[in-house]
């Protein structure tokens, strides 16, 4: 994980994005579990564990890959404190070895875009050769085509430690990718800036992508909790098997 990476995903953004879902974390764990009818699942930028710790708890064997060490040891302390065992490994989507081994492979709450074009292309065909034939490919992105994307937007968000945060988004319709500063401050004094970028995709390109790196039969859904897909909602799930 480069430098820019590390300071975007601090302790304040898991805070903020990642432990405020976790009350949806079991609701998004079964309807995953009855996507993918195999046992081996990986869960790629899984975080802290938020999914891949109940997915174990319901007798899944999950493997959860991420480049923060420091969501990392949070994750196996809370697995730990669940009584299950995840394969937890540092390493980045980038080094996704082939192992044609998994039954699914999941990526929650865009997760997915974080490279150029041409590596995040081969980001999925890495994902697509570590399935198993007919494995289950459950992807997660923010919508390109929802109007707030387009949106130049400044937000406050208080988390539950009474820490506010500036949050800024600004989308570059040259490149489709969309840029966003998070500002923390406490007690009116700022402590810690983070910038980070990401390409959005399209629908028709992400299933060309899809496509292209080996995956059939594709469904669209409006979230990782079943429901329905809305050409103009917030986001879309990806979900198809491989070829």
């Known amino acids: 994980m480069d430098a820019t990476t590390s300071e975007f995903f601090s302790e304040q ?11 949806r974390s079991e609701t998004e764990a079964r309807w995953i579990a009855e996507q993918i009818p195999g046992e081996r699942i990986l869960d790629l930028g899984c975080g802290r564990g938020r999914v891949a710790i109940p997915l174990a708890s319901m007798g899944k064997s999950v493997t959860g890959l991420d480049s923060n060490p420091d969501y990392l040891e949070v994750a196996r302390k809370r697995s730990a404190e669940a009584g299950v065992e995840i394969d937890w490994r ?18 929650l709450f865009t997760s997915f875009g974080y490279h ?8 999925l065909a890495r994902v697509a050769r ?21 949106e130049e937007s400044v937000s406050e ?31 009116d004094r700022s402590h810690g800036v983070g910038s980070l970028d990401y390409r ?7 299933l060309g992508l899809l496509e292209e790196a080996g995956f059939e039969k594709m469904e669209l859904h ?22």
């Not at 997660?140 to 707030?148: H, T, V």
């Open 222 to 243: 409006g979230n990782a909790r079943g429901l329905a897909y809305d050409p103009l909602g917030e986001h879309v799930v990806y979900m198809g098997s491989k070829r």
């Open 200 to 206: 959005l995709y399209s629908v028709h390109e992400m």
């Open 90 to 107: 540092c390493m980045s989507d980038t080094e996704l070895e082939d192992e044609s081994r998994f039954d699914g492979v999941i990526s």
């Open 13 to 23: 953004f898991a805070e903020a994005k990642l432990d405020s879902k976790l009350s």
């Open 157 to 187: 968000e208080i988390t539950s430690s009474g820490q506010r945060i500036e949050k800024r988004y600004v989308f570059d319709p040259r490149t489709s990718r969309r840029f966003m500063t998070f500002s923390y401050h406490e007690r």
């Open 130 to 150: 570590s399935l198993r034939p007919q494995g289950v490919l459950v992807l997660e992105i923010q919508n390109r085509d929802a109007p707030r994307t387009f």
């Open 116 to 123: 150029s074009d041409a590596v995040n292309r081969e980001v």
